[in-house]
């Protein structure tokens, strides 16, 4: 196979943009590390899942398959147990005569076709299929996560246990749900089911009665269960010693982190702990760096958007600012931005508050307040590291802003983001914080506003139609003859008719012409206009317009998150 695995590399060398050097690299580390091709080419992001599936596919000549749309066969079970389907992260698709065909992301992974074959007696034929797929396949066809979550709470208040101590309380650990207390079960089965069901946080919040159960998934919360009042310190107890915070102190806030591998796929977690007046309450964010190499198409960038963004992050120097309210999606964009230009000839350096995503590769540092080191202070120390790319998580006052400003002007590329409604309100927010109108035009190279909105669910979405009256309200923004559609509501979207989110984006260009109406005290107004009228600019509105056009999102999603001017 190891000619296969050449073949591979031989194809990725020729796609324009992918270092040799870096490829190499790669190729050492995954052989050191004992780990497969595929997973590691995705994690250091060289090209996008989609692309990557197309190349095997084209080069390994086997079929692709959409696991979300195929029933599978319950037979399959006693020939390919979970134990071992997990351990490889196959999917059996079926079995005719002596051929078992499986799905599975990495088809190099020639240990796992040996063992199947060697336990099936059968001859294996494989198809591709993406990470997330494979995962959720494998989820709905063997998982009961649900179930067991159910099964302990309702027999933990049986359990007599303490918690003396935690053999697995490094920084990571895994949801191997065998046969540890009732309590870790409890808080591995939690955090699985969350994985599973794509949440982006987990809310405990206690209550008179016991501890309540939040997920957010596209971002809205939504109930999952309630731990038993008796079980609510020590699931705290639990998630502390696993983020290695102070678990004799009640009464005041804390923040910590860990990492945790769930099957094959490696999470961090960011925690945050509140005191409350029916105990402490904890929120977990799902940090899945697998989001970071998916490219700006599949965050929702159109083809306008993803052009103006790629060569703006070429530039040698300037700042490219992501604007937006909190939870629209920035620091996924940012990060994405980031890791595309994640290389070895390069020095990037990031000042966060906090630290969201580890990569490899990065130099990151986390504001600390209570040392004296802020956005400015770490500013300021970075650019003496003589950076290549600098990304300031926040600019959030003058002396951070000014710093920034200056870098981009020197030899340094600056990312940031900054908490305005719309692109044009960005540019002239930094002149209003008191710097200098010539220095802000200077330095900015792209401004983009975005948000998030829900994507109709693709298993129960159907045609409908919108009554007059909400047509009236973007008349002249819709072709004759549209469609328009809707989730009705399935297991798959857990009944909400949204499956996943994806961006609107409003993309400023800061050329000359806009840069003359900065100097001259133009307002946000005007330099909208000039924008909309010569570069072709899209208001967020008109974005989400147009993604309802095409059948992604609703007319209530584009009303949710965007405001017609």
């Not at 402490?280 to 700006?296: F, N, T």
């Not at 994640?342 to 540092?365: F, H, K, S, W």
């Not at 399935?490 to 984006?505: E, F, I, N, P, V």
């Amino acid at each position: 196979m190891e000619f296969t695995r050449d073949k591979i590399l031989k194809a990725l060398r020729k796609i324009p943009g992918i270092n040799p050097v870096d490829l190499d690299a790669l190729v050492y580390a995954q052989r050191k590390a004992g780990t497969g091709l595929v997973r590691s080419i995705l994690k250091q992001g060289v090209i996008s899942e989609h692309d990557l599936i197309a190349l095997l596919v084209r080069e390994l000549k086997v079929p692709s398959v959409d696991l979300s749309k195929y029933h599978f066969d319950e037979r399959l079970k006693s020939m390919v147990p979970a134990k071992i389907a997990r351990r490889h992260q196959v999917v059996p698709i079926s079995c005719v005569g002596d051929t078992l065909t499986v799905a599975m992301a990495d088809p190099l992974n020639v240990f796992a076709m040996d063992d199947l074959s060697n336990i099936t007696g059968k001859r294996v034929d494989v198809m591709v299929a993406t990470v997330s797929q494979v995962q959720q396949a494998l989820d709905n066809f063997y998982d009961t996560a649900a179930q067991s979550i159910a099964d302990v709470t309702h027999n933990i208040e049986a359990a007599n246990f303490e918690v003396v101590s935690d053999a697995g309380s490094s920084s990571e650990t895994d949801t191997d749900t065998g046969q540890e207390p009732p309590i870790i079960r409890m808080v591995n089965l939690v955090i699985k089911e969350a994985i599973r069901q794509r949440a982006s946080d987990i809310h405990l919040e206690p209550t008179p009665e016991g501890m309540r159960v939040r997920y957010r998934i596209d971002g809205t919360l939504q109930d999952t269960l309630v731990i038993p009042k008796d079980s609510q310190t020590a699931v705290t107890v639990r998630i502390k010693i696993m983020s290695r915070m102070d678990i004799t102190t009640t009464q005041t806030p804390q923040d910590g982190r860990f990492k945790m591998r769930v099957s094959s796929q490696e999470v961090d977690f960011r925690v945050s702990l509140l005191p409350t007046t029916f105990g402490q309450k904890v929120v977990m964010r799902v940090l899945d760096k697998a989001s970071l190499s998916i490219g700006l198409e599949k965050l929702g960038f159109s083809g306008r958007s993803i052009k103006i963004m790629e060569e703006a992050i070429y530039k040698p120097f300037g700042m490219i600012l992501i604007t937006g309210p909190t939870g629209s999606g920035k620091s996924t964009t940012l990060y994405s931005m980031i890791n595309k230009l994640n290389t070895a000839d390069r020095n990037i350096i990031t000042i966060e508050d906090p630290v969201e995503y580890l990569i490899e590769g990065l130099t990151q540092i986390e504001v600390k307040h209570d040392i004296g080191l802020d956005f400015a202070t770490g500013l300021k120390a970075i650019l003496r590291q003589s950076p290549d790319i600098v990304m300031v998580g926040e600019i959030r006052d003058t002396e951070t802003a000014d710093i920034a400003i200056k870098a981009s002007l020197t030899g340094q590329l600056v990312f940031s983001t900054l908490h305005t409604n719309d692109a044009c309100q960005a540019v002239t927010r930094l002149v209003d914080m008191g710097l200098e109108p010539f220095l802000v035009a200077s330095s900015l190279v792209v401004v983009c506003a975005q948000r998030l909105c829900r994507r109709i669910c693709p298993h129960c979405k159907e045609p409908v139609k919108l009554p007059a009256k909400a047509l009236a309200t973007i008349q002249g923004k819709v072709k004759p003859g549209t469609v328009f559609y809707e989730g009705k509501g399935c297991d798959q979207c857990r009944h909400t008719g949204y499956l996943g989110r994806l961006g609107m984006t409003e993309i400023l260009q800061v050329d000359d012409a806009v840069r003359d109406m900065l100097i001259r005290g133009k307002s946000s107004d005007d330099i909208a206009r000039y924008a909309r009228e010569n570069q072709g600019m899209q208001l967020l509105f008109d974005d989400a317009v147009d993604k309802m056009n095409e059948g992604q999102t609703t007319l209530a999603e584009v009303y949710r998150v965007a405001t017609q001017e």
